[in-house]
C-alpha cells in the first residue's frame, strides 16, 4: 500500500495534472455551484475526473508516455472506435482501463482517435494533436473540447449536427453516468464551462464511395465518323449495375442490364425504335457480371457470372431464350467478355487472380474441355475483347490503369500484349469492331469516356473523350451493319 502511494506522489509530481471532467463529489460539496450545474450534474452530465497521461496498455498509475503518436485515421473509422465502448457498461474510472485506454472523458476520445497514449483535456493541443476549427467546419470526428486546467475541463466527441438550426449535434462521450451517444445542445450543456470546437489533424475525411449502379445512356457514332451530339438515356433504372451489348445480323441491337443481380434485356429495332420496357432473361439474382455476343447464324449468347462461375444462355433466331448451362465451373473468376469470329466460334475470356483465359465453343455448339490461360499477367483488374472481320481477336486488359491489347490471329496463335493507352488512371474497358475492320476502344477516366481506334493497318490512334458526363461507371459497345458504332454507359 505504501509502494502504491508513493508512486502516484512521484506521478502527480512529474506529470501535470490533467483537468478533470468536472468536479467530483468531493470537490462539489467543497465549491460553490450555481443550481443549474447541480441539475445538470444529478443528470449524468460531465464527468468525474480524469487520470494523468497514460501510454496505451495496462500501465501503473500515471506511467507517461515519452512522445504521443497520432496516426492518420479516418472519420469513418473514429465514430465506429467511439461506437465500440457504448452498451459496453463501463463505470466511470479515471484510474482504470478499457482496451489499453483510461476509462475517463479524455481517455475515451483518445481512444476514438486510436491515440498513442491516454491525454487529458489540457495536454490534446501541447501535444499537438488538436487544432482549433470554427463551428462551421465540424464533421464526424471532431470534438467539443472544455481544456480548462484543474478540475473542470471535460470533451466530447461530435458525430453530426442533430438539427437544420445546428443548435444540438449527436455526440459520444464518457460522463459520470457512463458511455452515451446522446443528443447534445452545442457547444455543451450548461454550467460545464466554455467548450470549443477542434480537430485531431490526423483525422482525414473518408473516401468518396465507389458508385455501382445508375441509369443507361446510349451514344451513336455514325457510319460517316460524327457522333452523336448528347447521349440518350434508355433505361431510367437507377440501379442498372453494368450492360453488355449485341448485334444481330439483320441490324437489331439488343442491350442487356444487370440490375440486383438479374439480367434485362432490351431490344433497338432496325428503324432505331426502341423496346418500350426491358425484359426479364435471368432472374437468378446472384449475377455479379455479364458479357454478350451474337453469332453469323442470327443467335445470341449472354453470359452471366454467379458465384465466380459462368453460365452461358442461348436466344434462338425465333426469339425464345433457353435455360442458362454452366460452361466454366472455376469458382473465381472476377470478369468476362465475350466475341464470335467470323467462322461462328464464340470466344470467352475469364479473368482469374489477374490472368486471363478462353475457353471456345465451336460452330457446332460444342465447348473446349479445359480453359487455356492466354496472359498471366497477375495484376489485371477488368478485360473486354472484339472480334475482327478478317477471323482475328483481340483482348484488352486493364493493368494499374493503363490497357494492354494481344491478338489472337487467325492460326489460333496469341502475340504477346501491346500497351495500347499508358493514361494510369482508367477503370474500365470495352470494345467493338466495325464491318471495315476499324477496332474502337472505350475507356473510363474520372468518370468521362474516351474513345481510340486501331486502324485497319494496325496504327493506334490517340484517345478522343466522347462522353464528358464525370459520372460514368461501365461501358459497352457494339456495331450495326451499317457501319454504325453504339456506345452504352452506366451513368450514375
Known amino acids: 500500500m505504501s509502494s502504491r502511494s508513493a508512486l502516484q506522489r512521484s506521478a502527480v509530481a512529474a506529470v501535470v495534472v490533467a483537468a478533470v ?22 443528470k449524468g452530465y460531465g464527468s468525474e475526473g480524469q487520470g494523468p497521461v497514460t501510454p496505451v ?53 483518445s481512444m476514438a482517435w486510436k491515440l498513442s497514449s ?28 472544455n481544456d480548462a486546467a484543474g478540475n473542470s475541463g471535460h470533451v466530447a466527441l461530435f458525430h453530426k449536427w442533430a438539427n437544420d438550426a445546428h443548435t444540438s449535434y449527436w455526440g459520444y462521450e464518457f460522463s459520470s453516468s457512463g458511455v452515451h451517444h446522446r443528443e447534445i445542445p452545442y457547444p455543451y450543456f450548461s454550467g460545464y464551462g466554455t467548450f470549443l470546437p477542434v480537430r485531431n489533424t490526423s483525422v482525414v475525411d473518408d473516401a468518396p464511395p465507389v458508385k455501382t449502379a445508375g441509369t443507361l445512356w446510349h451514344r451513336e457514332l455514325s457510319a460517316s465518323g ?22 444481330l445480323p439483320d441490324g437489331t441491337l439488343h442491350v442487356f442490364s444487370l440490375v440486383q443481380g438479374k439480367i434485362y434485356d432490351r431490344t433497338r429495332s432496325t428503324n432505331g425504335t426502341w423496346q418500350t420496357a426491358a425484359t426479364k432473361i435471368d432472374d437468378n439474382g446472384s ?18 457470372l454467379v458465384n465466380g462461375d459462368i453460365w452461358d444462355r442461348t436466344r434462338s433466331t425465333n426469339g425464345t431464350w433457353s435455360n442458362a448451362t454452366k460452361i466454366d465451373d472455376n469458382g473465381n473468376i472476377k470478369d468476362l467478355t465475350s466475341a464470335a469470329t467470323k467462322d461462328g466460334t464464340l470466344h470467352i475470356e475469364a479473368l482469374v487472380d489477374g490472368t486471363v483465359w478462353t475457353r471456345a465453343r465451336t460452330a457446332n455448339g460444342t465447348w473446349q474441355t479445359a480453359a487455356t490461360k492466354i496472359d498471366d499477367n497477375g495484376s489485371i483488374k477488368k478485360i473486354s475483347s472484339a472480334a475482327l472481320p478478317d477471323g482475328t481477336l483481340h483482348v484488352q486488359a486493364l493493368v494499374n490503369g493503363d490497357i494492354w491489347d494481344r491478338t489472337r490471329t487467325t492460326n489460333n496463335t496469341w502475340t504477346n500484349a501491346t500497351k495500347i493507352d499508358d493514361n494510369g488512371g482508367l477503370t474500365h474497358v470495352s470494345a467493338a469492331t466495325l464491318p471495315n475492320g476499324t477496332l474502337h476502344i472505350q475507356t473510363v477516366v474520372n468518370g468521362d469516356v474516351w474513345d481510340r481506334t486501331r486502324t485497319t493497318n494496325g496504327t493506334w490512334s490517340n484517345a478522343t473523350k466522347i462522353d464528358d458526363n464525370g459520372s460514368i461507371i461501365h461501358t459497352s459497345a457494339t456495331t450495326l451493319p451499317n457501319g454504325t458504332l453504339h456506345i452504352q454507359t452506366v451513368a450514375s
Not at 467530483?24 to 450534474?41: F, G, R, Y
Not at 512522445?67 to 473509422?77: F, Q
Open 226 to 247: 460524327n457522333w452523336q451530339a448528347h447521349a440518350d438515356e434508355i433505361d431510367d433504372n437507377d440501379a442498372i449495375n453494368a450492360s453488355a451489348a449485341a448485334t
Open 57 to 109: 496498455g495496462p500501465s501503473a498509475f500515471g506511467a507517461r508516455s515519452a512522445a504521443v503518436t497520432a496516426p492518420t485515421i479516418s472519420r469513418s473509422s473514429v465514430i465506429q472506435r467511439a461506437a465500440t465502448w457504448v452498451g459496453e457498461g463501463l463505470d466511470y474510472n479515471q484510474g482504470a482501463y478499457h482496451d489499453g485506454y483510461r476509462m475517463d472523458c479524455s481517455g475515451y476520445v
Open 287 to 304: 449475377i455479379k457480371d455479364l458479357s454478350a455476343a451474337a453469332l453469323p447464324d442470327g443467335t445470341l449468347h449472354v453470359q452471366a
Open 118 to 145: 491516454s491525454l487529458t483535456t489540457n495536454t490534446f493541443a501541447g501535444a499537438g494533436v488538436t487544432k482549433s476549427i470554427s463551428k462551421g467546419d465540424l464533421k464526424a470526428g471532431d470534438a467539443l473540447l
Open 21 to 42: 471532467c468536472t468536479a467530483s463529489p468531493a470537490a462539489l460539496a467543497a465549491a460553490p455551484i450555481s443550481a443549474s450545474t447541480t441539475t445538470q450534474a444529478d
